[in-house]
C-alpha cells in the first residue's frame, strides 16, 4: 500500500511552509513546563552554556509533550558522549531517566534531533519489558523515534521562526528548516518506484526483527509516518500507551498494534489507528518464540 496521497501532500505543504516562515526565536520565554525537569550536566560540550542546551530540549520535549500527555512526571539527565546518542536502561541515583547525546558546541540541529529521538524512547516505555529482553517489535519504536526527530526539527524550525522575540537565534531556526529538508530529501526515504509500502515492508520485515536498527529502513518509515504527526501534534500522546502488553515483545506486528490502540484512551484510538493503516495486510502473523527474545540488551540508540 503506498502512503496516501493526502499524506504526501502535507509533507510537500510542510515543506513549503518552512521555506517561507519569518525569523524568529528558537528558545521559548519559560520552556519549563509543570512536572518536568532536564538536567544538563556542565562537560564535553565544548564551547557552548549549558543552559541554553537545557533551553533548547524544554523545547524539545514541549513539542512532544501536549498538554493532555500522561507523561506528567518526567526527570531526565542530559550527558555528553563520543559515542551514539543513547537513553540508558539503567536510571540514575534519584529515579532520573539518563540520555547521552553526541551534539556539541552550538549545533542546535542536531541537539534537536538527537533528543527528539532518544526522548521518544522515553514516552514509549523503552524500558518495560528489561534490558535482557529483545523486542521484536523494537524497529517500530526506532522508526516512530526517527519521526519525532524529524517532526521536532520541522515544527520547532517553524515555531522559532514565529516567535519574533530574539533576532539574534533566527539563523538557527533557519538551520533546524535547513536540516530538516536535507534529511526528508535524502534518496533512501524514497521508495523504490513502482513499489508499494506493504510488499516493499514485507521484504524487509525480517531483517527489522532481527536488527531493528536498520536506519535506512527505519528513515524510509519514518517519512512516511511524519505527515500523521503534523496533521495531528495530539498524536505524540499515544506514545505512552505503547510496550504495555506483557506479550509485546513475542507478538506479531498486528497484534502489537492491537495491544497499543487497546491500551490507549479513546481520544487516541484513532490516531493509532490511523498509523497502523500504513502497515495493514503487510506483517500478519510475524510471530516469535519465547527463544527469540531472550538475548541481552543494553540501551535505546
Known amino acids: 500500500m503506498r502512503p496516501p496521497f493526502v499524506l504526501a501532500s502535507l509533507l510537500c505543504s510542510m515543506l513549503l511552509a518552512l521555506n517561507v ?21 556542565e562537560q564535553g560540550w565544548g564551547a557552548v552554556n549549558t543552559r541554553d542546551i537545557q533551553k533548547v530540549l524544554y523545547s524539545v520535549a514541549d513539542t ?11 526527570r531526565i ?34 541537539y534537536v534531533y538527537e533528543f527528539a ?16 529482553v529483545v523486542r521484536r517489535n523494537q524497529w517500530l519504536e526506532e522508526t516512530l523515534c526517527e519521526t519525532a526527530s524529524l517532526y521536532a526539527l520541522g515544527s520547532l524550525g517553524t515555531q522559532w521562526a514565529e516567535a519574533s522575540a530574539d533576532p539574534q ?19 533512501h526515504r524514497n521508495l523504490p518506484e513502482g513499489s508499494e509500502l506493504d510488499d516493499w515492508l514485507r521484504q524487509h520485515v525480517a531483517h527489522l526483527c532481527d536488527d531493528p536498527y536498520q536506519r535506512e529502513i527505519n528513515d524510509l518509515l519514518a517519512k512516511s509516518m511524519v505527515p500523521l504527526f503534523f496533521a495531528d501534534p495530539s498524536g505524540w500522546d499515544a506514545i505512552a500507551y505503547m510496550n504495555l502488553h506483557p506479550d509485546d515483545a513475542t507478538a506479531s506486528v498486528d497484534e502489537f498494534l492491537g495491544h497499543w490502540r487497546a491500551n490507549a484512551p479513546e481520544r487516541d484510538q484513532a490516531f493509532v489507528a490511523r498509523l497502523s493503516s500504513l ?8 510471530k516469535y518464540s519465547q527463544a527469540d527474545t531472550d538475548l541481552p540488551g543494553s540501551a535505546a540508540r
Do not use: M
Not at 64 to 74: A, E
Not at 169 to 187: H, N, P, Y
Open 64 to 74: 512532544l509533550l501536549p498538554p493532555t500527555s500522561p507523561k506528567t512526571q518526567l
Open 169 to 187: 537565534l533566527v539563523k538557527q531556526a533557519a538551520g533546524l528548516r535547513r536540516f530538516f529538508r536535507s534529511l526528508v530529501t535524502e534518496g
Open 77 to 110: 539527565r542530559v550527558s555528553h558522549t563520543d559515542s551514539n546518542p543513547i537513553a540508558l536502561y539503567d536510571r540514575g541515583p534519584t529515579g532520573e531517566y539518563l540520555i547521552r547525546l553526541h551534539a556539541n558546541r552550538a549545533r542546535w540541529h542536531l
Open 117 to 132: 529521538h532518544e526522548l521518544c524512547h522515553v514516552l514509549s516505555n523503552y524500558d518495560r519489558a528489561g534490558a535482557d
Open 279 to 286: 502497515f495493514v495486510g503487510a506483517l500478519a502473523n510475524t
Open 21 to 41: 516562515r519569518a525569523e524568529g526565536s528558537p528558545l521559548p520565554a519559560n520552556g519549563k513546563r509543570a512536572g518536568l525537569e532536564i538536567v544538563v550536566d
